[in-house]
């Protein structure tokens, strides 16, 4: 790990580490360039309050300050400030009165108030600390030039006398890293204080993140449902059709050769709707909307035995919200298909338990594992389809053990009072 690595969170603790760590890093000329960089924003703030009385803009321009200042601080090797304000549509008015209610917005005045106030004092105490090292280190070039140099009582008036003094130059130059390191550090500190977003901003955001997240799922279930209702009354309706029709043939046919071929035809077309009415049961399976997750968990198996047993505080027949149970199902069903097509599993058990409001489903086979969670994979969206639901997923695999189970683990919360048995809750 590099010095710059250890302390990337925080430049105080660069300042108040090891200085041979401080001097040896990019960490000073990062805050040099940090530091001029800010006060030339303060400066340019400072003007605007001051001089061109620009006050009642106030807010107008330190929105912008703010957008610049919490990506600015990565200079730092920060991480980027959050930015507390929501997204807002409208007209330009309905813009401009919505920013001006939200308190991040009067927070960023207050920041550009104190940039403009910090600019002027630590340009002169900067300003300083430069002249006295510069002029230290230039000391023999004053003199060499035919000038004189006065530091306090002293005169020095020959190149001996100047060559003397330029050592000092050395701790002053490293007192001027720690100073523009310092101001780095107040502006980054203040700027992380006033322009990140409070407890209650970032629950506002959360809610929203949830609500547009739940919207999203609401719509593509609902799609999945039109599909499913489109695969059932158009293709299925016609390939029983064409079974019958071919059964009808193949009984008026005296041939037995063309009897069949078309007795052939009508398996393929059999097993294509057996095939169609799996595809349909998976998008979205009647049972589970008449009768529950559990009795639709029962349906799920194929190449495996699938049990359902209930736990504690589990009631028969239990209906849960239909996001719940859409979200339990699929995580179920995805969970089986991994068991069989990765772990060579033969049974999976799926057990149903409710505790303090929180529901959970366990699913264990038998197999021994094999599954890797990759993004937009089976086992990433078993996490991300609990979390749409306010849930968690938790996973456990052996490896190549076959003497534990593998293990997948939904717990959503839901209202005990609201999810009567038989009845789903709306």
């Not at 108030?113 to 630590?122: E, G, S």
């Amino acid at each position: 790990m590099t010095s710059d690595d250890a302390y990337r969170l925080s430049p105080w603790r660069m300042l108040s580490g090891s200085p041979l760590r401080f001097l040896f890093s990019s960490y000073p000329w990062r805050a040099v360039a940090y530091t001029i960089i800010s006060l030339a924003l303060g400066w340019t703030v400072f003007m605007a309050y001051v001089v061109i009385v620009l006050l009642p803009f106030a807010p107008a321009w330190s929105i912008l300050l703010g957008r610049i200042e919490r990506q600015r601080v990565r200079m730092l090797r920060m991480a980027a400030i959050a930015d507390p304000h929501p997204a807002v549509t409208g007209s330009f008015g309905a813009r401009a009165r919505a920013r001006l209610a939200e308190p991040v917005t009067w927070r960023e005045v207050v920041y550009s108030l104190a940039l403009a106030a910090f600019a002027p004092l630590a340009t002169l105490g900067l300003l300083i600390a430069c002249v006295l090292t510069g002029g230290f280190a230039a000391a023999p070039l004053v003199v060499a030039a035919g000038g004189q140099m006065s530091i306090g009582p002293w005169q020095l008036e020959t190149p001996q006398e100047a060559w003397r003094v330029v050592p000092v130059a050395l701790p002053l130059f490293i007192l001027t890293l720690y100073l523009f390191g310092a101001a780095a550090a107040i502006v980054a500190s203040i700027a992380a204080g006033l322009l990140g977003p409070r407890e209650e901003e970032l629950a506002a955001q959360v809610a929203d993140l949830r609500s547009s997240r739940g919207t999203l799922v609401g719509s593509f279930e609902a799609e999945r449902r039109r599909i499913e209702r489109d695969l059932h009354d158009g293709p299925q309706q016609h390939l029983v059709g064409a079974v019958m029709h071919l059964g009808e043939i193949a009984q008026d046919s005296d041939d037995p050769a063309t009897r069949a071929h078309i007795e052939t035809a009508q398996a393929r077309v059999e097993r294509a709707l057996a095939e169609l009415r799996d595809t349909v049961r998976g998008v979205n399976p009647r049972v589970l909307d008449d009768h529950g997750v559990e009795a639709a968990c029962a349906e799920l198996g194929g190449p495996v035995l699938v049990r359902v047993i209930r736990g504690p505080g589990w009631i028969p027949g239990r209906r849960l919200p239909g996001e719940t149970e859409r979200a339990l199902f699929y995580t179920a069903s995805e969970a089986v298909t991994n068991a069989a097509k990765h772990g060579g599993a033969s049974t999976v058990t799926i057990e149903f338990a409710e505790a303090a409001g929180v529901v959970s489903m366990t699913v264990t086979d038998d197999g021994c594992g094999g599954a890797v969670p990759a993004a937009g994979r089976g086992l990433a969206g078993l996490v991300e389809r609990a979390a749409t639901i306010g849930g968690e997923s938790h996973r456990r695999q052996p490896g190549r053990r076959a003497d534990r189970p593998s293990l997948v683990r939904v717990g959503p919360r839901v209202t005990p009072s609201a999810c009567p048995a038989g009845r789903r809750p709306h």
